[in-house]
């Protein structure tokens, strides 16, 4: 187990109370069917609604308790050294269109938020992307060019509030964060007040994507539409191979209370010390909650507990606190050209469509992908939709990420299998700790628990069949291919996966 001290629990989670939608139960049939409660799949949901759609959210666990409930949350269109690459890989249009997409998501966050008078703690400060490395600023130089050219008010600076010096850093003014929780389910309450229907506990295993569509549920009930979202994060179902093309990784956050004063007064990102992301939210008593985000990793990867260590060290040691409040950690997935996928699911999809692939940067997208799918099922044509579109085929911009991701796939699919156990025994597990072995010819994910009880499982992944691995920081079973993750009984926590690993006999 980690080391590291606080509640295991992201803030935003502890600080609202949980949700209790009903499970589908009976046949439900719906104008749109929205599967997915993130901030995705509740935007373009709130959206569709208030357009007169008879819209019905489908959330296989808790909504906004994902992806969504475990961000940053920075709702900024600064992200990072993006508009360099999208002026020098695609034109200065793209990148012009990109900053706009994202600056009307944060408009419309603020303008909902003054609308329904949601509590959200939305505040408008300047998000930074920094170096320290004199050897970088150039980088920081070319990135301010950009974004001036693609419309953000931004500028090079200096100076900064952080507690250490910077070479350089890009500042773009009157960017926002906010509490999304907070946010999001004040628009699920209202989306239900209009006449939507939010669902829970829900999973959705099969499709029929005809006219209309018919979405099948763990339970047997059916679910029919004539337009379906599919927002899950990471598409459950993928006919469009976007696996082939999406990258999962997770990210380490930890969080601690700080005095008003030493509030850096910003959103701060760099790339350096493998990422470190810093912001604040408000706190009790006077004080700020000082937010850092690094240590990104792919799921199945070893030693996590020492990347929360780092992540853990670095903080202490850098800002005047007396010890941490919370830590938990995101998942979020990369595209090959760096853009989300918002739009039709394939190029056959008439009344299908997807929203994945937001980079990191899930807030800001999220919003943008509710505007972009509710106009786009609404016959509205929004300017910046065809440069999100997934059925876009860029190959010299896509071809490096392409091979590299599927070569990697490829040796976890074949390597893992071929990889002996360091353990030759379930019997030799330590409390709290997992791995996978082989007992009686298959392969098996073994869990001893803190009880000292044995839990066996199939080590196989059920999305296309890697080798999942044990996170000994989270306690799960992640899939190192396409970011699936288990609990150690084997029930799916996070997709594409949507069967759990079967159970193992151990005798």
């Given at each position: ?28 049939e719906?104008?749109?069917?929205v ?85 959200c ?57 906010f ?16 006449g ?35 927002a ?39 790339t ?167 007992i009686?010819g ?26 999942v ?39």
């Amino acid at each position: 187990m980690t080391t590291v001290s606080g509640t295991a629990e992201s803030y935003w989670m502890d600080s609202t109370s949980p949700t209790a939608y009903p499970p589908v139960t009976d046949d439900v049939e719906v104008d749109v069917a929205v599967i997915g409660g993130g901030i995705a799949g509740i935007c373009t949901a709130w959206e569709l609604t208030r357009a007169g759609r008879q819209v019905a959210v489908v959330e296989a666990d808790r909504i906004v308790a994902g992806t969504t409930g475990y961000t940053t949350a920075k709702l900024t269109a600064q992200h990072g050294l993006i508009y360099d690459r999208l002026r020098s890989t695609f034109n200065a249009e793209t990148a012009r269109r990109y900053a706009a997409s994202q600056l009307d998501a944060i408009d419309r966050v603020t303008a909902v938020t003054a609308e329904l008078g949601i509590d959200c703690d939305l505040e408008r400060l300047p998000a930074y992307t920094y170096v320290t490395s004199a050897g970088k600023v150039e980088q920081i130089r070319a990135e301010v060019d950009a974004a001036i050219a693609a419309g953000l008010p931004a500028s090079l600076v200096t100076d900064t509030a952080l507690p250490f010096e910077v070479a350089a850093a890009i500042r773009v003014d009157d960017q926002a964060q906010f509490h999304p929780r907070r946010y999001l389910l004040t628009l699920a309450e209202d989306l239900t007040r209009r006449g939507g229907r939010v669902f829970e506990r829900t999973r959705i295993t099969g499709f029929d994507e005809g006219e209309p569509c018919r979405l099948s549920t763990e339970a047997g009930a059916t679910v029919t539409a004539r337009e379906v979202v599919i927002a899950t994060h990471y598409p459950i179902f993928d006919r469009a191979a976007l696996f082939t093309r999406l990258v999962p990784r997770r990210e380490l956050v930890v969080a601690a209370p700080i005095a008003a004063a030493d509030d850096p007064g910003g959103m701060y990102l760099t790339t350096e010390d493998n990422t470190r992301s810093v912001r604040t939210a408000p706190w009790r008593d006077g004080q700020r909650l000082l937010i850092i985000t690094g240590e990104h990793f792919t799921p199945g990867t070893d030693g996590v507990d020492e990347r929360w260590r780092r992540l853990a060290e670095w903080t202490l040691g850098h800002f005047n606190t007396d010890g941490l409040a919370y830590h938990w950690a995101a998942q979020d997935n990369t595209t090959a050209d760096n853009m989300p996928y918002v739009g039709r699911f394939h190029p056959g999809a008439d009344h299908v469509w997807v929203a994945t692939g937001f980079n990191a940067w899930g807030m800001s997208s999220g919003v943008m992908a509710g505007r972009l799918l509710a106009a786009s099922i609404c016959g509205e044509t929004l300017p910046w939709a065809d440069i999100y579109d997934p059925r876009r085929i860029h190959p010299t911009v896509e071809a490096g990420t392409f091979l590299k991701t599927n070569f990697k796939v490829a040796g976890h699919f074949i390597g893992d299998r071929l990889r002996p156990s360091h353990l030759d025994s379930p019997d030799d597990l330590p409390a709290g700790a997992g791995a996978v072995m082989r007992i009686d010819g298959q392969r098996c994910a073994v869990y001893r628990d803190a009880s000292g009880d044995l839990h066996a499982v199939s080590a196989t992944c059920t999305h296309l069949g890697c080798t999942v691995a044990f996170n000994d920081a989270e306690q799960t079973w992640d899939c190192p291919c396409h970011g699936s993750r288990f609990t150690p009984d084997g029930s799916v926590l996070h997709g594409p996966a949507t069967e759990p690993l079967a159970p193992r006999p151990l005798e």
